[in-house]
């Protein structure tokens, strides 16, 4: 049997493993590439899983430019990769709930669900949305790399993205996550 001359103690199958476990980490860290496209040198900061009666809603990560510590005025963007089916209606109503305990009862709830009508579509396991800040008024939604809907709305930015990323968030030890901080 043929050995590694600097590891004569690792077999071709040891090997294999250990390039299959270096992949693995490397395809769950990559940006997706329109993330790339709007964020220099794009790194995760932090990633999260979120569970609902003990199973898995979707994975999130965060990227920032450079892996620069989470600022919100700062280039970031979340994606999404969903383990579950969920309908797009469901989507905009758990958002809508979400902003609504966050925030209170607003006079713009209606008009910003109107808007989301235009960005979620249902998922299936595998799919993913990627939502990127530009500015404090416009947040574009991507799905499966394809841009999806540009919504703009006054504030929209930390009032979406606080879903996941303010301690306010349903989940703070999640939101903590997302941005490195535990």
Known sequence: MHRLRFYPNLTPLGVSLVLLIFMTVGAAIAAPSEITK????AEPIGEASFR?????L????LFTEGGADFEVDQPY???LVYERSIKGSTLIKATLREMRRMEGKRADHAEIAEKLNDCFLSV??????SAIP???S???FW???ALRCSLSHPGIRDRIMGIWLSDQSRDPNLSRQLRGQS
């Open 77 to 79: 963007s979340l994606a």
């Open 134 to 136: 530009r500015g404090q």
């Open 143 to 145: 799905r499966n790399g």
């Open 58 to 61: 979707y994975r999130a990560q």
């Open 52 to 56: 609902l009666l003990g199973a898995e």
């Open 124 to 129: 299936k396991e595998g799919d993913r949305y």
């Open 38 to 41: 709007r964020l220099r040198a």
């Open 138 to 140: 416009v947040v574009e």
